[in-house]
């Protein structure tokens, strides 16, 4: 199996606030999870990539102060954005891989996704 | 270039018609490669998987891969108005020493009945 569960599902929230976003993978344990960010109409782009144990590796352009990541055991990963701003308003959404069979060409698992609104 | 190309629609086809969707992608030492179906608001949800080149199928939808061209295709038989949605093209490539997957834009499908 490869269940992977995000939550709050949506979220309102003023400028300036911090929320946080956790991931857990159900029935399988991820040493690896992935965050992505979706503007309508627009591909997934990653964020940047959880670590279980270690520091998170963020693309190119993303702040890593402003989103920070947590994965402090093999099912939980958390995205805190902080100071939000209604630039940050967006589609969040987790993954995470079952590496059992064909390791890291497995297929990504998404969780449901976090709509952030920032007023 | 683009890493992962589509075209991003939309793709109209009649109900019960074959759909076929396209995409390219740039890095060629790439293993893995992926179909989601994306509906509107919600997340992505895995489609197919494919590894190998020629065909793939599982049930109404055949991925088709050829390495040598860059090229993978989704095939979706007897197409239904619920198939009507966002297909994003993934590919597990190899970026900056380490694997990440890179999606194409998406190509929007509409199903009409």
């Known amino acids: 199996g490869a269940v992977v569960s995000q939550h709050p599902s949506r979220v309102i929230c003023k400028s300036g606030t911090s929320v946080k976003i956790e991931c857990r993978s159900l029935d399988f344990q991820a040493t690896t999870m992935f965050w992505y960010r979706q503007f309508p109409k627009k591909s997934l782009m990653l964020m940047a990539t959880?670590?279980?144990?270690?520091?998170?590796?963020?693309e190119q352009g993303v702040e890593k102060d402003k989103f920070l990541i947590n994965h402090a055991s093999l099912t939980l990963s958390t995205l805190t954005v902080t100071s939000a701003h209604p630039e940050d308003s967006s589609f969040y959404i987790c993954?995470?891989?079952?590496?059992?069979?064909?390791?890291?060409?497995?297929?990504?698992?998404f969780g449901n996704g976090t709509r952030l609104t920032v007023t | 270039q683009k890493e992962v190309e589509q075209n991003s629609g939309p793709l109209s086809v009649p109900e019960g018609a074959i759909a076929s969707l396209n995409c390219t992608y740039s890095?060629?030492?790439?293993?893995?490669f992926f179909w989601y179906r994306q509906y509107s608001g919600k997340s992505p949800e895995l489609i197919m998987f494919i590894y190998s080149n020629g065909d793939k199928e599982d049930g109404r939808f055949t991925a088709q891969l050829n390495k040598a061209s860059q090229y993978v295709s989704l095939l979706i038989r007897d197409s239904q108005p619920s198939d009507s949605a966002t297909y994003l093209c993934a590919v597990n490539m190899n970026s900056g020493g380490y694997q990440k997957v890179t999606f194409g834009i998406g190509t929007k499908l509409q199903v009409i009945p």
């Open positions: 959880s670590n279980e144990g270690s520091k998170a590796t963020y």
């Open positions: 890095d060629r030492g790439s293993q893995s």
């Open positions: 993954s995470a891989k079952n590496l059992q069979g064909v390791g890291y060409n497995s297929p990504l698992h």
